[in-house]
């Protein structure tokens, strides 16, 4: 067991940045590959961004490539999301999720059995 615990959200203008963190408490940290999702008002959840177990390899949703950066900080058992360049489209509740399914960066949602409450994100133009 994993609990997860997302902070950093905020209201930014068009253009800015922020920095998501994610606690996990549990079960060794490094144990778990790690991902952000999103999900904004009347759409779907969506993946954004994965890390391994070692933080090796990640992967990333086109829609914010070369402006996300997720890393991680197994010491500190931390996630984090750095979101520059953002734009009123990134508007949404961003959660982070940990699976045990393989050291994999991946985007599919059913594939992470954990999950955090979720930490809004709102981008005024």
């Known amino acids: 067991q994993v609990q997860l615990v997302e902070s950093g959200g905020g209201s930014v203008q068009a253009g800015g940045s922020l920095r998501l963190s994610c606690v996990a408490s549990g079960r060794a940290f490094s144990t778990y590959a790690m991902g952000w999702f999103r999900r904004a008002p009347g759409k779907e959840r969506e993946f954004v961004a994965a890390i391994t177990r070692s933080g090796s390899n990640s992967n990333y949703a086109d829609s914010i490539k070369g402006r996300f950066t997720i890393s991680r900080d197994n010491a500190k058992n931390t996630v984090y999301l750095q979101m520059n360049s953002l734009k009123p489209e990134d508007k949404a509740v961003y959660y982070c999720?940990?699976?045990?399914?393989?050291?994999?960066?991946?985007?599919?949602?059913?594939?992470?059995?954990?999950w955090g409450q979720g930490t809004q994100v709102t981008v005024s133009s």
């Open positions: 999720a940990a699976t045990t399914m393989g050291d994999y960066a991946t985007p599919l949602g059913r594939w992470y059995g954990y």
